[in-house]
């Protein structure tokens, strides 16, 4: 379908370069990262060589002064290398990690952390969210002098155990016992951050996934990002911005398994005629088409308030509730289509199969989407 009316036509010329990119140079090493458990550093150092590393994020900072509309088809289309798990990787890194660090960083910061994230030398773990911003954190900070003194755990942080820095959030008080949330910035190798051995996944198998423990870490000023006891309003833009991102790599991962599965229905036979000649097959092809166009839509609408500074709280809500259910729901359908062959690893719908699943309890399970959808919508 053409593009949204809002986006450009340079934004339809990113997304076909987007497309042969991942094409050409992802997809065919997806299997390779999958039997690794890793994606390549490398590919950090490529996305910012090809321009795809920060596209929203002004050049000064080391960005590419384009904007979010471009961070969203970037998402999608890596989405549709049939895999999520170096995906979202990827995206934790740039577009997470590195955004409160752009947006309310210092110059040293950004220079320090930002600039080298962007340019593919450093790599960022991500510890701001537990699902949605009323989320509670097992973390505590605690002003003492000049410094601040952090203990507790974060669990399931994404890139942990290969990350040089990390962004996270911790409630804190200041002196007159107000409390509110403050985020910080830390390299990883300090000996007061201790980080388990990786998280082994059912499926996302390329996403770093470990647990971080903060050991009495001793934290000076200069590593707090934006102003003390101020987070909440960051930290409900930057979900926002996570449900975007997560909602578009659905739809790609969504894509990718409805055109394995429209090829597999074109070449297999069955009683002399092709699996996409029968009418029960053609129709459930129908319905994921409509499934997807339907999902891809809201995620441009949110996208497109959220480009905008207006008020997206209930759309990217609901564009992260209704992707991550489509997504499963059309690979669970692509691998029944396949059969048997669908539930063999040598098959690449499984694995779709086993990353959307993922969507469904991350970043805001759906039974938790709902609850706070609820409270936007009725209070």
């Known amino acids: ?200 996944l059912t499926g996302m198998r390329t996403l770093d996934v470990a647990d971080v423990e903060f050991r009495q870490l001793r934290l000076s000023q200069d590593h707090v990002l934006g102003k003390e006891g101020e987070g909440v309003a960051t930290m409900v833009h930057l979900w926002q911005r996570e449900c975007l991102l997560r909602s578009a790599v659905c739809v790609g991962l969504a894509e990718y398994a409805f055109e394995r599965a429209r090829e597999y229905a074109r070449e297999r036979t069955a009683f002399q005629r092709p699996l996409a000649q029968f009418q029960t097959l053609s129709h459930l092809m129908a319905e994921m088409a409509v499934e997807i166009e339907a999902v891809k839509q809201l995620v441009y609408t949110a996208a497109y308030r959220y480009v905008q500074g207006l008020d997206c709280g209930k759309e990217a809500v609901m564009a992260k509730l209704s992707s991550a259910r489509m997504a499963h729901w059309v690979a669970d359908r692509a691998l029944q289509l396949f059969g048997g062959y669908g539930y063999m690893m040598e098959y690449p719908i499984q694995r779709v199969w086993r990353d959307t699943r993922w969507f469904r309890m991350s970043g805001g399970s759906d039974e938790r989407l709902k609850d706070h959808l609820g409270e936007l919508l009725v209070g």
């Open 1 to 200: 379908m053409p593009h949204p009316p809002f986006m450009q036509e340079e934004h339809e010329a990113l997304r076909n370069m987007l497309r042969r990119w991942v094409k050409n140079e992802i997809e065919p090493h997806v299997e390779a990262w999958e039997e690794a458990g890793l994606f390549p550093r490398q590919l950090l150092t490529q996305m910012a060589q090809l321009g795809l590393s920060g596209m929203s994020y002004p050049a000064a900072a080391g960005g590419q002064d384009s904007d979010d509309y471009a961070v969203i088809l970037l998402a999608e289309e890596l989405g549709r290398s049939g895999a999520g798990g170096f995906v979202m990787g990827l995206l934790y890194h740039t577009e997470l990690a590195v955004a409160p660090l752009v947006e309310w960083g210092t110059p040293e910061q950004v220079e320090r952390y930002a600039k080298p994230a962007l340019a593919g030398t450093k790599l960022a773990a991500y510890a701001i969210l537990d699902g949605h911003p009323g989320a509670s954190a097992p973390l505590q900070a605690v002003k003492v002098g000049d410094e601040w003194v952090i203990s507790g755990k974060k669990p399931f942080v994404p890139n942990a155990s290969q990350a040089d820095f990390i962004v996270f959030a911790a409630p804190t008080a200041d002196a007159a016992g107000n409390h509110g949330w403050t985020l910080f910035v830390a390299e990883t190798d300090r000996p007061e951050i201790c980080i388990s051995q990786r998280r082994t």
